[in-house]
């Protein structure tokens, strides 16, 4: 039996870290930590490191950051890994780099596939408005998420919860599920089980646009959107012109604004900044103006003549 394989691990954002600290929790610190390079972000693009690169300095385990996937094959063939786990790495991992474990590629994915297969799993199933979702551990193969399972968990989905702190829960139950699994997938204990085709489903990259809304749709639904795009991309709506974000926003539950255009703003029952959806409406709690600082909503409508009576695209 392997009692310590031999890791490399592959990963870049927050939701990989769970997986990599509970590696080093538990006696199976990695001999190689690969991420993506260092890149410059926000406003004053200070280049960053990435979270990964963070836990592995403080952890004294080298860091690999290739530019490219011609030099993805050198890593294993240098390291001779047992296994590789890789988290939202970030990269595509090239057929002849597949192979060079001796027990493959672990990959922890944030759905319970072939449910959501691609680059946005938790934002969908917020969308959707799933009342569970879960983490799937697959061996990756050339094929975007449609390896065997190795094995799976589900997590409940609840009404505040965002792609932020949904992604939070699934990467700690991914993190627990691997050092559940890894000893025995090492050793070759464990079965794997094929996806099924017929049921795969496919998610689609986020974009910036994505987070427009739109007033047809009913106010259960934008609320959805405001959860599932929490931090990023964020929703946003027109305003003469410019972008309006929304920075925080509720459910108008009782039937006001009933006889307005989607997207015609009034005042909700406590003179709150509302805006009336496809069916039922919501409140702005806090919003942010193109070029400006977030302020609440009420703020927005008393420096905002014009904007009783308005309709927003």
């Known amino acids: 039996m392997l009692q310590k394989p031999k890791i490399i ?5 927050e939701f990989a870290v769970p997986a990599l600290q509970a590696l080093i929790d538990n006696d199976l610190k990695p001999v190689l930590v690969v991420t993506q390079p260092d890149k410059p972000i926000g406003r004053k693009q200070e280049v960053i490191p990435s979270p990964i690169k963070k836990i592995a300095s403080e952890n004294n385990i080298p860091i690999f950051q290739p530019l490219h996937q011609k030099d ?3 890593i294993c063939r240098k390291y001779q ?3 590789c786990v ?3 790495f970030g990269l595509i991992i090239p057929k002849n780099v597949l192979n060079k474990p001796a027990c493959g590629f672990l990959n922890i994915h944030p759905s319970l596939l072939p449910k959501y297969r691609g680059s946005s799993p938790i934002q969908t199933a917020l969308l959707n408005n799933d009342k569970e979702t879960g983490v799937s551990l697959i061996q990756l193969t050339n094929k975007v998420d449609a390896g065997p399972i190795i094995a799976q968990k589900t997590l409940a989905i609840t009404n505040l919860d965002n792609a932020q702190t949904l992604s939070k829960r699934l990467a700690e139950l991914g993190a627990d599920l691997l050092i559940e699994i890894l000893p025995d997938f090492a050793a070759g204990k464990i079965v794997s089980r094929v996806q099924d085709e017929s049921r795969a489903t496919y998610t689609k990259k986020i974009s910036r646009e994505d987070g427009r809304i739109n007033w047809q749709k009913e106010a259960g639904q934008i609320e959805r959107q405001f959860r599932a795009f929490y931090p990023w991309p964020g929703i ?12 925080n926003l509720s459910v108008l539950e009782d039937d006001f604004g009933a006889e307005l255009a989607p997207g015609a703003v009034f005042l909700g029952p406590e003179g709150e900044l509302a805006v009336k959806a496809g069916s039922g409406a919501v409140i702005l709690n806090s919003v942010q103006p193109e070029g400006k600082k977030e302020m609440p909503g009420n703020d ?7 904007l009783a009576g308005a309709v927003f695209s």
Do not use: C, H, S, Y
Request: hydrophobic share 45%; proline share 9%; charged share 25%.
């Open 9 to 13: 691990f592959w990963g870049t954002p």
């Open 72 to 74: 993805l094959p050198e």
């Open 81 to 83: 890994p047992d296994v």
């Open 86 to 88: 890789l988290a939202a």
């Open 236 to 247: 946003f709506t027109l305003f003469n012109g410019k972008r309006l974000k929304i920075a």
């Open 300 to 306: 927005f409508l008393r420096g905002q003549k014009e």
